[in-house]
């Protein structure tokens, strides 16, 4: 088993998202990173110039300019795109990075309460779901896998491993107590099970554990010019990774018409109304609910 000793907690990739900004500023001025001496702990602020005018970013979303390819062209000279190359030579480069793991720490207008996001399906990132289910009850965790490694597009692909941690209903560029205290419990329990695993110590962790798998996006209905028909149900508002079954009304259009989810499985939205996702019209993320087996993994 490699241990992971170089862990990279990132913040502000979107600028506007106030609670990893300030958890860092707060575990700074605390001296709070002094609680895993076992670990080489770095700190950064991803977008700073977004942080500093509180918005998601500048020219184009930060956290969707790392595919290899984008990082490899030589045409992408936008401020994020040229940031994003940045980042990938002080963490990477990407596929040789010497960070084993990356938090990125992020907030959502939707109700997703904490929820830890994870990339793949291996010994490590089981055991830190089972260990954070296990710790926090509460949180939820979802795989977004469905990707090979060369088209993610996440600044923590960039890393050997990488998680976020996407916390919320939190409104852009507030700072709320209860988010912020939510963000702080996922990442000391994430730093917490690094620790266990690089020692070895994981002897109880659950057989299983409630999880959600990725499957599709429904977008809002749009006219010829991009103009929106309608708007997500109000029955579905506030209530992330709470389940549809076929046939259920998901949106409405404004002349009354309902649209049902036409799906064949019992979908969990996540990410419903997401104000950061207005220009793609994304109504919300469906996944799936499953129960993942860690002795099928670990």
Not at 83 to 110: V, W
Not at 164 to 189: F, I, Y
Not at 228 to 236: E, N, Q, S, T
Not at 237 to 264: A, L, Y
Request: hydrophobic share 40%; proline share 5%.
């Amino acid at each position: 088993m490699k241990k992971i000793t170089r862990v990279a907690l990132v913040g502000g990739t979107h600028g506007n998202e106030l609670s990893g900004i300030y958890l860092l500023k707060k575990w700074r001025d605390h001296n709070q990173f002094q609680r895993w001496p076992q670990l080489e702990l770095s700190q950064t602020i991803a977008n700073p110039r977004a942080c500093e005018q509180s918005v998601r970013y500048i020219e184009t979303d930060l956290n969707r300019e790392f595919a290899l390819d984008a990082l490899q062209d030589d045409e992408r000279v936008g401020y994020e795109q040229l940031l994003a190359k940045k980042l990938n030579r002080q963490f990477g480069p990407r596929g040789k990075s010497p960070i084993e793991l990356m938090i990125d720490l992020h907030n959502t207008t939707s109700n997703m309460g904490a929820c830890l996001m994870l990339l793949r399906k291996d010994a490590f990132n089981i055991g830190l779901g089972a260990y954070v289910k296990a710790n926090m009850p509460e949180a939820v965790v979802f795989f977004q896998d469905e990707l090979p490694e060369e088209k993610k597009r996440f600044l923590i692909s960039v890393a050997q491993q990488g998680v976020t941690v996407e916390v919320g209903p939190q409104p852009n560029s507030v700072l709320q107590q209860e988010t912020l205290e939510l963000m702080e419990r996922m990442t000391q329990h994430i730093l917490d099970f690094v620790v266990c695993y690089n020692e070895g110590s994981l002897t109880s962790l659950p057989a299983d554990f409630e999880a959600f798998q990725y499957t599709e996006d429904l977008v809002l209905p749009t006219d010829e010019q991009g103009q929106r028909l309608g708007m997500v149900a109000k029955r579905l508002e506030q209530r992330d990774f709470q389940p549809i079954e076929p046939g259920e009304v998901v949106m409405e259009t404004f002349d009354g018409t309902p649209i049902t989810w036409q799906g064949n499985y019992t979908a969990y939205p996540l990410f419903i109304n997401e104000a950061a996702y207005h220009k793609s019209h994304a109504a919300m993320t469906l996944s799936r609910r499953v129960m993942i087996r860690c002795a099928d993994y670990l």
